[in-house]
């Protein structure tokens, strides 16, 4: 099966919006070579290959998502990108440099209860440029923008638990935005959201995307999400979770839902949800 | 068929959770409180021979006596005194050393078991020795406060600590902080409200400390009073202290409660 890269450009990938420039792209900025997690054994039960081998890379400015089964390892994967988690064997670079630890050039966001539930919206905002001494002066303008950004300029001085699920989504994207990282990384952020909610909160994702030309590696177990929102789209499968499919999505930067409805969208969707269906191993 | 409708109705106060409003449920505080108190009453009207109950106002005579004269300043203040520093060195070290444990593995792993061990000695067993290294003074009596309740605070702010959730842990490294502002920035503020509530919650254990420290060696002191009291047979004294101690332990709550929602907001229920 060769799902990638499509010969003609599809019917319905006519963008919604003018294409932007290009990104000043092509350079590497994740890069997983051959990586192999195991987690050693527990009482008598043998160590457990989580994933792998593995190879993974983004490049600058893409938007990139891991789809896969629950337990194939996805969430591991970013966390040995973000540094919490180290890989067993392979190698991860970020810019050519090695990742030894977890650091704020990674921003990451998980699929909920990640908010400081003390800190107001603003505070948790801010809180890396805390953490890496920016003044305050620099931080109230920086956090001032991703407000704007974020669209939660009212709700600077509210705490998260008198926030939508969606908000408080919006605003742990903001707080891995604030120190401006290389690469932002998404563990299903959101994975506890409503239909509705979640669907306005990846177009959202894509806006502020194109807007702030982030690079992001996204994980998520929902395939119509995956192909919504970004350029490639790798599919694990198995235990260990393997790649098993390099799709390329072709429809350009800037899209609308109405690219869920085109035949292509469908025809990946399908082809990869069949993926899903071989036996493990 | 006089079916009147599908299911069963539920009972508006005796449901299982029933959202009672304020009225009726401060209604039926006051109707508990007059319950216990009729039944003082009660037992101090038809007291006789040795079972002698004071009624409700010869204790209070007793209470407004003993504060005009000013013993009862003098003993609340050497009772306030001991466990204010017992339980202030207590709850310092619970919270230190329960911090550590509950963050760090290692130390938890070395930690664990010798407290586990010495919470299962009753502190109040170890009074004759404290007083047989410590003397009579005032040294004893914070020690045995500090011994009775100082493992149990470690334990629990170790478990308040581990109820950290371990996402908001990991974001914080992602965020660019470190061990130290991840203990300080993020641990220590989230397990606040957990920690004051096993203070308040042990503090029951710190008086019960005391209140043996004060029986068995003191010249003051809210307890001691009471065994003066068995002496001269001052039935009405000793319930007086008592009333005493219920209010002390009622007003320590109700601060610390307010205390919790002050301190947290954000934990607020
Ligand atoms: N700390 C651990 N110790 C042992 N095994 C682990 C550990 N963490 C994860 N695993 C195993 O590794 C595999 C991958 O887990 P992971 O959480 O990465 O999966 P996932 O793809 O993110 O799943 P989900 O979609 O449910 O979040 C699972 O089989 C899991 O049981
Ligand atoms: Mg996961």
Known sequence: ?281 | MAAEGRGRRQSPVLRIRSELPMRWRAGLAVGGLAFVFLLWVWESSRSSGAVIVPSPADTWKAVTAAWSSGQLGKDFGASMGRIGLGYTISMAIGLVVGLLMGSFTSIESAVEAPVAFLRYIPATALTPLLLLWLGIGESPKVTLIVLGTVFFNTLMVADVVRAVPQELIKVSYTLGAGRLAVLRKVILPHSLPGVIDVARINLAAGWLMLVVAELLAAQSGLAYRIVQAQRFHQVDIMFAMLIVFGVIGVASDLVLRWLRNAAAPWARP
């Open chain 1, 1 to 281: 099966m060769t799902l990638s890269p499509p010969e003609s450009p599809p019917e319905l990938a006519e963008p919604i919006t003018p294409e932007p420039p290009a990104t000043p792209a092509g350079t590497r900025k994740l890069d997983m070579v051959r990586v192999i997690k195991t987690f050693p054994a527990r009482r008598k039960a043998k160590p457990v290959v989580a994933v792998g081998p593995v190879d993974i890379h983004v490049d600058q400015g893409e938007l990139v998502c891991i789809v896969g089964t629950s337990g194939c390892g996805k969430s591991t994967l970013l966390n040995i990108a973000g540094g919490l988690e180290t890989a067993t064997m392979g190698d991860v670079s970020v810019d050519g440099e090695p990742v030894i630890g977890p650091g704020p050039d990674r921003g990451m966001v998980f699929q909920g209860y990640s908010l400081y539930p003390w800190k107001t919206v603003a505070e948790n905002i801010s809180f890396g440029l805390e953490c890496q001494g920016v003044d305050r002066a620099r931080r109230a303008e920086r956090v001032k923008e991703l407000l704007a950004i974020m669209d939660l300029v009212a709700f600077a001085d509210r705490l998260p638990k008198e926030l939508s699920g969606g908000m408080r989504q919006r605003v742990a994207i903001a707080r891995a935005l604030a120190p401006e990282p290389d690469i932002l990384l998404l563990d299903e952020p959101f994975g506890s959201l409503d239909a509705q909610t979640k669907l306005a909160m990846q177009e959202f994702l894509l806006l502020v995307w194109q807007r702030t030309g982030a690079t992001i590696l996204m994980v998520t177990h929902d395939v119509e999400e995956a192909l919504f929102l970004s350029q490639r789209v790798y599919v694990m499968h198995g235990r260990p979770g393997r790649v098993v499919e390099v799709v390329d999505v072709p429809f350009g930067r800037s899209r609308s839902t109405q690219v869920k409805r085109s035949p292509k969208f469908l025809d990946l969707r399908d082809e990869i949800q069949e993926l899903f269906r071989q036996p493990l191993d």
